[in-house]
């Protein structure tokens, strides 16, 4: 049976189908376009930077790291202000260094907060505002806001907002990646050093790897966590989840300890039994994540939450499409096929001890605090 929630998200899928011819006349009476100037500026002439992304899922948030890193790269004495939707949002792009992060908790309830965003951001110019991703709501929220520079991928039905609109081939497929190549367009070209990588402090690796010890058995099993949450098609029912566990028990050849991660969406163990953790902190859950020999879930946002914190991911993939939204980290691997497993090979792929690089806070990155906005 179809849950509320995804009944409503197919409703607003056609109801978008149904107005997109109506969407021009949407912009017409909030766009700004005193400060617009056709011709792009100038590397050296930026100075201040939006980023526009108002999306509420964590996993298309994550992606969002491999531009706003490489955004930082490419203009390093700009001052880059991020514009997410909800609060929990921002500690995702701590030690960035950014200088702001606004939220726009754009919706109707809470259009009053939107409103005053607005306002606040509108006392100043910026000189780029930049949708790494076109939608309505980001090209609204665009088109009320001051910039010389407004700039999106190509939408027919939203040129009369920005000043460039790029036509991107897509040479990446996945989605974290595709909106390199509009930085690349407006940048004169990619130093092509991109990381979709989460940037922790020392501290917080810390204390991670000390709850992670905690949870271990013992120096001689491999301890894999795993996490049986899930959205619409892509759920597994708890009794795939017991045969999987059970495939992977009888093809090491050494025990395995398993951590089972919880949530409010999954309050109970598959195993009365097994180890659990749970945490509010997403920091702090993806960098625990990130010392176990191995993590296992269906694509969703805690595996794309281990895969930016540089965890050994193992995504299992039911209905979507692991080359647009797989785990793309060096020591992750992307299963579609989940009736056929081959744990054996999944399990060698957990033997490489090559991790990911430490990202501690004062790396080659601006440490300045960042400001937290809310309205």
Known sequence: MISIKNGLRQFDKWRRRKTSSMEKLLYFPFNNRRD??????????????????NNKRIGNVL???????????????????????????????????????????????????????????????????????????????????????????YSKNRTTVFSHNIVCQKPHKHSALNPLELLDNISGGLKHRYSHHLCFSLQ???????KASQLRSDSKSLTIAYFRGARGKKLLPDQQWKSILTQFDESADQDIHWVEILSPDV??????????????????????LRYFDGFICCDTGPLHLADAAGAKCI?????????????????????????????????????????????????SFNQQPISQTAS
Request: charged letters at 20%; hydrophobic letters at 35%.
């Open 63 to 153: 992606f969002l790291i491999p531009f706003v890193r490489q955004m930082k790269l490419e203009y390093p004495q700009a001052e880059i202000t991020l514009m997410l939707n909800q609060r929990w949002q921002g500690s995702l792009f701590n030690h960035m260094g950014l200088k702001h992060i606004c939220y726009s908790e754009f919706s109707l309830k809470k259009l009053g907060s939107s409103v005053r965003l607005i306002r606040q951001l509108n006392k100043h110019v910026f000189d780029l505002i930049v949708l790494p991703t076109s939608s309505v709501g980001d090209s609204l929220i665009a088109a009320t806001l001051r910039g010389k520079n407004k700039i999106s991928p």
């Open 267 to 288: 309050p109970t163990a598959l195993d009365a039994q097994s180890s659990t953790f749970f945490s509010r902190d997403i920091r702090h859950l993806g960098a625990v």
């Open 315 to 363: 995504g299992l993939y039911t209905d979507t499409n692991p080359d647009i939204f797989g785990v793309i980290g060096n020591n992750c691997t992307n299963v579609s096929n989940i009736n056929q497993l081959d744990t054996t090979k999944l399990l060698s792929t957990l033997d490489n001890k090559n991790s990911v690089k430490d990202i501690y806070q004062g790396n």
């Open 36 to 53: 617009l100037e056709t011709d792009m500026l100038p590397k050296t002439d930026v100075k201040t930077i939006l980023i526009i992304r």
């Open 204 to 210: 917080e690796l810390k204390q991670a790897h000390h």
